[in-house]
C-alpha cells in the first residue's frame, strides 16, 4: 500500500512569516501551486498559506450590527471577530494572514488516511513530519496521481 512517503513532494518550495503578500502572490503565479508552507526563521513548520488566503483578504470589512438600548450599546458580533476582519485586510505579510497549527501526516500515512485528512479538514496540502521536522509534502494532486497507479 503507498503511503504518503512513497507520494510526497521533496522539494519543498516555502515562504517565511515575512513573505510580503506581493512575493506571495507572485510565488502562487510562477509555480502554479495554490498552497505554501509557512516557515519561521529557524526553518521551523509553523503553517500553511492559501491561495484563498490571500483572495479573501480583500474581501469587504464586515462592520458590526450595533443597537442602543437606554444609552447601551450591543454589538451583535464579537469584538474580537472585529479585530480578526481587520487585522486581515490591513494585512501586508504572510505572518498576518496564515493558518496557523497545520494538518500534519506522518510518512507512514497511507494514501487512505491522507485522503481522509484532506477530506475531514478541507485541506489541499499536508505537510509530512517526521521526528519534528518537515520531510515533504502531499497535494491533492499527489494523491490523484497515486490512484492512476
Request: proline share 4%; hydrophobic share 40%; glycine share 4%.
Amino acid at each position: 500500500m503507498l503511503t504518503a512517503r512513497d507520494i510526497m513532494t521533496t522539494e519543498i518550495v516555502s515562504v517565511r512569516l515575512d513573505t510580503s503578500l506581493k512575493e506571495l502572490a507572485t510565488k502562487f503565479f510562477e509555480t502554479r501551486f495554490s498552497n505554501l508552507p509557512v516557515l519561521d526563521n529557524d526553518g521551523n513548520l509553523v503553517g500553511v498559506i492559501s491561495e484563498t488566503d490571500l483572495i479573501e483578504q480583500h474581501k469587504p470589512l464586515h462592520i458590526p450590527t450595533v443597537m442602543t438600548l437606554f444609552d447601551w450599546v450591543f454589538s451583535f458580533s464579537s469584538e474580537k471577530s472585529f479585530q480578526e476582519e481587520v487585522d486581515r485586510v490591513t494585512a501586508t505579510t504572510v505572518g498576518e494572514l496564515y493558518s496557523k497549527e497545520p494538518i500534519i501526516c506522518s510518512p507512514d500515512a497511507t494514501v487512505r488516511e491522507l485522503a481522509t485528512l484532506m477530506s475531514e479538514h478541507k485541506v489541499h496540502l499536508l505537510p509530512v513530519v517526521e521526528n519534528g521536522k518537515m520531510i515533504g509534502l502531499v497535494a491533492r494532486l499527489d494523491l490523484i496521481r497515486a490512484m492512476e497507479d
